[in-house]
């Protein structure tokens, strides 16, 4: 309701946030629904939608931010069967962009958490596509890239979370026989810090 209103005034900003939260509340609506598929495909268009009208109206911070919303939603649809791979690449596409979006607004705290989800969205493909070893590769670099934000912004329950999930990323890169003895001199540092 509030984004018919918003566009029949003709408030683009308005309807941006409205978007983006009806969004986020398909999202939410989908966790706990048995049949997630309608929600999180309403989630996906609303934050689709939101996201163009913030790149329209050239208002790249909360066009970074749609675009991470809408990774997160592709990655929902991805955890719960609906074409996982497919959706695991859109993620990814979504969030590299917020992340490239967040370096150049210098927003750092938010480009930690874009580079998070990135870090998240190779490591669910990881388990699902072909070449595993890369995929995980490439969720170490962004999970890194996270931790050397968050450490920097002093922000401790950031980096517990990043670490926990990049103790996992090299646990795989170690089991894939990928650099094993880097690997495990990093999982010694991080068990140390």
Known sequence: EAAAI?????????LGMALNGL?????LLAEDDPDPKSP????????????????QLEQQDHYAGALNNLGITYQAMAQRGLDPVQHLHQ????????????KAQQAWLSY?????????????LADLDSPRAEHLDLARVALEEA?????QLDRRAYVQGVRTELRKVLQGLIEAGAN????????????GG
Do not use: C, M, P
């Not at 918003?6 to 308005?14: I, K, T, V, W």
């Not at 969004?23 to 999202?27: A, Q, T």
């Not at 930690?112 to 669910?124: C, D, K, M, S």
């Not at 931790?147 to 450490?151: D, E, P, S």
């Open 91 to 102: 993620s990814i596409d979504v969030i590299q962009e917020a992340v490239q979006l967040r």
């Open 147 to 151: 931790l050397r934000v968050f450490a």
């Open 23 to 27: 969004g986020l509340s398909y999202r």
């Open 6 to 14: 918003h566009e029949r005034l003709g408030n683009g900003a308005g």
């Open 180 to 191: 094993a003895d880097r690997h495990r001199a990093r999982l010694k540092e991080l068990a």
């Open 40 to 55: 999180l495909h309403k989630s996906a268009e609303a934050l689709r939608l939101a996201a163009s009208l913030w790149k």
């Open 112 to 124: 930690g958490r874009a580079q998070t989800n990135l870090g998240a969205a190779y490591l669910l």
